[in-house]
């Protein structure tokens, strides 16, 4: 999966439901309602599960991977700095932004 580099960009910078234990599977329904504040108060490893998570739904939804390079790590820097001018901003709502943004530099599926 090339979402690694984007989970830890981000959960360098917020991302993870704390609704969300960690044996609980996520579900796009309880994801998707996660504020970049709540992620950020997350664990880590909940944080990089949830904007892996995120953002794989969000690709296969615009149809484009997320490589795990320099683009992956540019679209982590959208993220980042979206969720720190909006934090009140849905996480998901962030990372699919970045992706429509980016859209027509990232490989298609």
């Known amino acids: 999966m090339t ?3 984007l989970a830890a960009l ?4 917020a991302i993870a439901p704390a609704a969300l234990a960690q044996t609980t599977p996520l579900t796009f329904d309880g ?3 996660v504020t970049c504040r709540e992620a950020h108060a997350m664990p880590v ?4 599960a949830l904007a892996a998570f995120l953002a794989d739904h969000a690709a296969r939804q615009r149809n484009v991977l997320i490589p795990d390079d320099e683009r992956g ?3 982590a820097y959208l993220v980042r700095g979206g969720c720190t001018l909006a934090p ?3 996480l998901f709502t962030v990372i699919d932004r ?12």
């Open 88 to 90: 009140e901003a849905y």
């Open 73 to 75: 790590a540019q679209l």
């Open 98 to 109: 970045a992706i429509v943004a980016e859209r027509a530099k990232l490989p298609k599926r």
């Open 31 to 33: 994801a998707a309602y």
């Open 3 to 5: 979402c690694r580099t």
């Open 45 to 48: 490893e909940q944080r990089k």
């Open 10 to 13: 981000i959960a360098s910078a």
